[in-house]
């Protein structure tokens, strides 16, 4: 892509306090783009506008998209990136549990889809990214109702990809594998041998390393992007050939 890629654009990323979604917000700054973060937490992102945003909250979310809007004029891309993880099997999995995790990747993803889509179909259009996740499709272990939220996430891009193309919407997710970020090292630290497990996860990638939230920050650019311009309802798989690999070792 040519540098200056996203010159112009407002841009909305949602849970961009740390990991991938400080990465994207990071990126879309450089690359020209006009960012407001939502966050219950503020980010450190030079650039860019915090607004303090419950993703769970409907009323939260549209004031976060009036507020693009009212900065920059306009809102041509949202990043649905907030997200939680509760690290338990379906047995052990309270309500709390799955409220939480579905609250957030799941209604929070929800809630920024419909308000972009509200805006945008008035507007000439624009481009939705979901940051999804392997998991969703390729279940984790001991991750089950995380695994749920993804899968029902990448669903939900689909759906908004058929329902408002025609209103010049565009709605694609990304598919993180293991990125290495504040979220993975609670997985690794979790284990009863956490420098073996990240061993073991890094010797199980082809490429030979973890994926960096600069990685995703990349590929969120291009979708975002005027060079995607008839992508739109697909899912990008990022990570490091992990999932295309046969289960039986080489």
């Known amino acids: 892509m040519p540098v200056g890629a996203l010159d112009g ?5 949602t849970g961009a306090s740390s990991g991938i979604g400080e990465a994207i917000a ?28 419950d993703v769970t909250d409907p009323v939260a ?11 920059h004029g306009g809102l041509d891309v949202m990043v649905a990136n907030a997200g939680v993880q509760v690290e338990k099997t379906v047995a052990d999995t309270t309500d709390a549990d799955f409220d939480l995790v579905m609250d ?17 179909r008035d507007h000439g259009g624009g481009s939705i990214v979901n940051i999804g996740s392997v998991a969703g499709d390729t279940a984790d272990h001991g991750m089950a109702v995380y695994n749920a939220s993804k899968g029902a996430v990448h669903s939900l891009t689909r759906s908004v990809a058929v329902d408002h193309g025609r209103d010049g919407v565009r709605c694609n997710a990304v598919r993180p594998g ?26 199980a990638h082809p490429v030979g390393r973890l994926g960096s939230p600069g990685d995703v920050a990349a590929l969120a650019v291009w979708l975002a992007s005027d060079e995607s311009t008839f ?6 798989t990022i990570d490091g050939g992990l999932t295309a690999q046969s289960p039986i070792g080489g």
């Open 61 to 71: 979310v549209d004031a976060l998209v009036a507020a693009a809007v009212d900065a």
């Open 178 to 203: 293991w990125i290495a970020t504040e979220m993975a090292e609670v997985v690794f630290d979790g284990a009863d041998d956490p420098a073996a497990m990240r061993a073991d996860a890094v010797g």
């Open 104 to 120: 957030v990747n799941v209604r929070g993803v929800f809630h920024c889809c419909r308000a972009a889509v509200r805006h945008m």
């Open 9 to 13: 654009k407002s841009i909305v990323v």
């Open 231 to 236: 992508v739109s309802g697909s899912l990008f």
């Open 26 to 53: 990071r990126r879309m700054v450089a690359e020209g783009a006009r960012v407001v973060v939502g966050s219950r937490s503020e980010p450190s992102v030079d650039g860019a506008v915090w607004v303090p945003t």
